[in-house]
């Protein structure tokens, strides 16, 4: 079973956001084992959406729509997908008493033209709205066509609570298992050279790179009848990897740093707090992302102004005068400041300039991380590149890294 | 001129990552009046790819590809694109003294493979490398085919330096501009319901709706030969439509709602600190994401452990014993809190329940906001619903959205 994801919507080719809910699909997808071989995304028009719809039913056994389900002129995602399957829309009574419904529920008045959204093509199997907008399926020929609504949230309750045990139970059971080793501190380039033997004698699993952000993750994918299965072919392989990556590979089943920190800290009965200069709150925010995170994320500071690395966290004013906020022991002293502050055993912390200009003389791209365990304070230079975003991006990474790398050795040494 | 975005990588279609290449194109290409009428992703799969390109060809004007420049062996862009134009690929001696100069200028070795970065189509123009992957591009009959490296940083910079004049001196300069108002406080069909006619009433420009995250963005793009022809177009409707949306319409001209409020406290000479406790640091992110932010933001306090909220930001015992730590009083003593700390006008604060579990009894998706601003306290209990992630980007726009109220009715009151 093969599919496609069509994303509705013209404030997608404007750019105005991503395509989010297309990756929240594949990942639900590669689950149970469909393959996804296209993504496409086309405006509110309705010859074009009915032309991409026409030509992923076509050639895709499932087609997963998002979007263009709302109460809006511009919504007509309904419309589009009646014409490619040559149906008629009619309203279902259900589907108006059920909107009627949600807005008693929320105690708010409902605007009449919501009522479009109970308009269905002929055959159609409603889906629950979860906000206000509902859902559908449509069996056409060989091809089973799915319509979700454009919000992350709905579409991702609909997609988990209906579609994937949907899909499951037409699809039979295979399974696709991915397993990712993180790389910090290796190139895309090196880090393929220390493996390409290992991924030149592989076609199951299949070993892939993807870099970004200041990490190579190198992803590990089976195929076969069960999890058992796939693990039995991932895992042997996932440990010659790491084997040739040595420290560089992060430690853990974590899909992100802050998520691998995190669950090292959590085995040791250790706390984290974070001082962050250019960073902002990123680091808390990445480190307060991960499910359970009370359990060793105590705080963060963003202390953007040079008054609040000394008031807030105590860095000396000798440091702030001579060597500068920007510096190997300012990003020592944030370090153990945050540690004290929150009282908690590690402690990190990011200075640096983010740009787009340099800052006090000290070019765009410099960034000082600092990491304080139990009292012992370690510091790295890094050199960011690319954008303002790109560079607090390495940033994040950078401190991450530094601590998960202190924490990995206190328990060896 | 029409274009078309594909984008490649197995990555994609595992959701191991979004397809935000497709989203900063779209940007550009909106800016210099290039219709964008398709986004497409595809594997790392010579045959699919292939056949995508040869669409895309058919279809549109300019095909710009991302992704597959790499050196390792599943990147295989520059054979596709060959592929489909009918092409031969050979080596390019100028290119490749160029990556070799590139590994000279990082003091690193050149892994041998890298070299098959510097094959080209013939007839192909290459793109100077920005990390290590040139980009490239090649007319093949009525089409432009473009390809640029996947990794965002290296795109986006041969994007703005190389692909937009490119394309600015072939199209003309027709122009297509947006203006979006962002609304706080009114669901996205009660926003309709309040323009209804005014959206009835226009075909350039153009108004839509994206809703999410706690807001409501009405975006309103006209098209035309000239900026200021376009901005005549836009700024009428603008107008008409704040008028009818009233206070729930954010002032200025900021692409979110962090910008919008950090211009206000720009222009007024005031400055924000946030104390944040289910956002963990989420709010100074956005805060300090916004260019020239050192103006205005003094710095954040993720204060996720109770302890933290009373040894850090000074919330009385008496409050965290009783109505606890997630309660009316306790935001407004973490705003009063974070003002007092950094010495700001204004202090923002965030706490509640993101989930996925309940917390001391209160239901996940109880959010209260607090504002502070000298010395007078402001405070409301907003209800989250979705999934984490959702309720922490409703209480982001919260947090920010009081900020902005008490300031605008302070320059009015």
Not at 145 to 169: F, Q, Y
Not at 248 to 277: F, I, Y
Not at 304 to 331: F, M, N, Q
Request: glycine letters at 12%.
């Amino acid at each position: 079973m093969n599919a496609e994801i069509v994303g509705v919507g013209t404030e997608l080719l404007l750019g105005q956001i991503a395509n989010t809910n297309a990756q929240t699909i594949s990942q639900a997808l590669a689950g149970i084992g469909v393959d996804v071989f296209f993504h496409c995304a086309v405006g509110d028009n309705l010859q074009r959406m009915t032309d991409v719809i026409r030509r992923a039913r076509s050639r895709s056994d499932v087609v997963i729509i998002t979007g263009g389900l709302g109460p809006t002129p511009d919504d007509i995602t309904r419309e589009a997908v009646a014409a490619a399957t040559d149906r008629q829309l009619h309203r279902d009574p259900a589907l108006e008493k059920e909107i009627r419904a949600v807005f008693e529920r929320l105690e708010r008045a409902m605007p009449e033209e919501n009522l479009k959204q109970a308009d269905l093509p002929e055959d159609a199997v409603a889906i629950t709205p979860r906000g206000t907008a509902p859902g559908f399926y449509v069996d056409d020929r060989e091809c089973l066509i799915i319509a979700l609504p454009g919000v992350p949230w709905e579409m991702n309750a609909m997609l988990t609570e209906d579609v994937v045990p949907l899909l499951t139970a037409r699809a039979g059971s295979k399974v696709i298992l991915t397993r990712q080793v993180l790389v910090v501190g290796l190139g895309e380039s090196h880090t393929h050279e220390r493996i390409a033997d290992i991924v030149e004698a592989q076609t199951n699993p299949t070993i892939a790179f993807l870099a970004g952000g200041g990490l190579v993750r190198v992803r590990i994918t089976a195929k076969a009848a069960s999890e058992s299965v796939a693990l039995g072919l991932v895992e042997p392989v996932e440990r010659a990897v790491r084997e040739r990556l040595g420290r560089s590979a992060v430690p853990g089943r974590g899909d992100s740093l802050a998520e691998s920190v995190g669950n090292m800290l959590r085995d040791k009965g250790m706390t984290v707090a974070v001082a962050e200069s250019l960073t902002g709150g990123l680091v808390g925010a990445e480190l307060s992302a991960v499910g359970g995170s009370s359990d060793f994320f105590l705080g963060s500071v963003a202390c953007y102004s040079t008054a609040s690395k000394r008031d807030v966290l105590g860095v000396d004013d000798s440091i702030l005068a001579g060597p500068g906020p920007v510096s190997e022991e300012a990003a020592g002293a944030l370090a153990a400041g945050a540690a004290r502050l929150f009282g908690a055993s590690l402690g990190l912390a990011a200075t640096g300039v983010a740009g787009p200009a340099e800052q006090d003389r000290v070019p765009v791209g410099t960034v000082y991380v600092g990491a304080c365990l139990d009292g012992k304070t370690e510091v790295r230079l890094v050199r960011g590149y690319g954008d303002r975003t790109n560079i607090r991006a390495i940033a994040v990474t950078a401190t991450l890294d530094l601590g998960r790398r202190l924490v990995q050795n206190e328990g060896e040494g």
